[in-house]
């Protein structure tokens, strides 16, 4: 749908569609007696709703809606729930983390015991000389206030090789069997752009190394993965997603593989999120030669954005700032494409019509990648073109300015503010008022998204809203108060602004006659609820196509 032609066409029929329901469409589902947030601004609450063949087919009170019922309809008392339209998460990593869930260890556990416990588990139900793999184990997070060592792992794992992946993703953890078969000693030199820890006492390695080096346990560790795993991955995902009320997810760092396993899971009736998969920069000439290009697809699985990376994380702190991190004086992080990279490349995928997706965390990343959009716009306009800014953490007031004139899409971290809480005072107090800059985007009329980065990042709804309102940690920290936002502003972010965001608003995102009918059925309503206490809200159902995807 990135034709301008066609999606005028498709909005006309939609607007035929839901001017003449009776005489096109009988209901086949009527919800009733709900507390309706629809997010549409002409009819803000609604009571029911009428939908057959996968979309609502009416809105409005239970009179009018009920009175469309046919003989056959089924008709769902909602016992006066909150009902909002299904959560979109605009940048999510959500085929790779299910094949993560499939294979490995959850290590997010609040203790190196707990860890211990969970590999040894693991170890007793595989073959002896078998790797033992984790993930999302996360440095900050464990009572016992040190890193994971070689001998916790040993202690816990003596006859298995283990590997454990950082949440954040640049960092990995083994034990002495795990060094052993990827061939790594105490002796063995740091690669080049990578680090080897060792015990600064004895010499030792310590369990831990970064970035390159994690190369080693790559070539060690079989990657015997199956079409079938694949799917089996979204499968997993899937379920996980659609219990929170995820109706809609962007794979924001897809591959082909990816693609094909969107399309096997939908195929096998295990989807249970519509799809919008990003293709990385690197598939792109494959992608180009095949003709395929962004909104190629369904309303379940469809091509999204071509995906650059211009920095590096918040989470592992190497996101590209102009003032450097607090504590480190010479620290302001790193850029791993230049501006003419980018530059060479984005151009390539804009003119072939894709949407462009740059991941740009520090705002020296935000301001180069914007320069990047800007040339291409200038040099070889496009009607259009939603220019997205994946993450856009760190901002200014000209920044926000350039984003506003380009049009361009900023997807922040929705619950980091809560959730990691922790890594925020490397921002500091001031810097914080300007990052997951949600108050600045809504003012300047920008529409920012709701966005996880799972496994990075938590992806449940109910933990964006109140991370986004409050903007305060489990602890009871405050960061960047300045950028608070309403508890509505937070549902409309996570719902009709990701639509937006894949050029689907005019499909989803609300509810309203003629869209898709992706719900959510919430135990509370969060416009009552107090608002350090949204993420406890409990989702009873979520529906996408007009069928149940998770039932409590
Ligand atoms: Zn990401």
Known sequence: ????????????????????????????????????????????????????????????????????????????????????????????????????????????????????????????????????????????????????TVADLDAAVPDHPVHIQHRGGHTVYANSLGFQKAGIDEKTPDPPGGKIDHDPATGKLSGRVAESAQAFFEKAIPQNLTRDDHREGVKLISKMMAKTGITSATEAAGTPTDLRAYQDAHEAGELLYRAYCFINGHYLDEMLAAGIRTGLGDEWVRVGANKMVCDGSISERTARL???????????????????????????????????????NGDVAIDTTLRVYERLQKESPRRDPRFRLEHCTVVNDDLIARIKALGAIPTPFSTYVYYHGEKMRYYGAERLNHMFALRSFLDASIRPTQASDYPPGEFIPMMALQSEVTRTDIKGNVWGPKQKITVEEAIRVGTLNGAYASYEENLKGSIEAGKLADLVVLGRDPLKENPSTLVTIPVERTMAGGKWTFES
């Open 1 to 148: 749908m990135a034709n301008g032609t066609t999606r005028r066409e498709f909005l006309g029929t939609l607007a035929a569609f839901s001017l003449f329901p009776l005489e096109q469409e009988k209901p086949e589902l009527i919800l009733y007696n709900g507390n309706i947030w629809t997010v549409n601004d002409k009819e803000p609450r609604a009571q029911a709703v009428a939908i057959a063949r996968g979309r609502f087919l009416a809105v409005g009170s239970d009179a009018e809606v009920l009175n469309l019922a046919s003989p056959g309809a089924r008709k769902i008392d909602l016992g006066g729930k909150t009902v909002t339209p299904g959560f979109i998460d605009a940048h999510s990593h959500p085929a790779e983390a299910g094949l993560m869930h499939l294979r490995m260890v959850d290590c997010d556990l609040r203790s190196i015991s707990a860890i211990q416990a969970a590999l040894r588990e693991r170890a007793a139900k595989t073959p002896a000389g078998e790797w033992v793999l984790g993930f999302k184990y996360d440095d900050t997070k464990t009572e016992e206030g040190r890193p994971l």
């Open 322 to 360: 102009s003032s450097p991190y607090e504590g480190r004086p010479n620290d302001y992080g790193i850029l791993v494409m230049t501006e003419e990279e980018l530059y060479t490349h984005g151009r390539k995928a804009h003119l072939a019509g894709w949407q462009i997706g740059t991941h740009a």
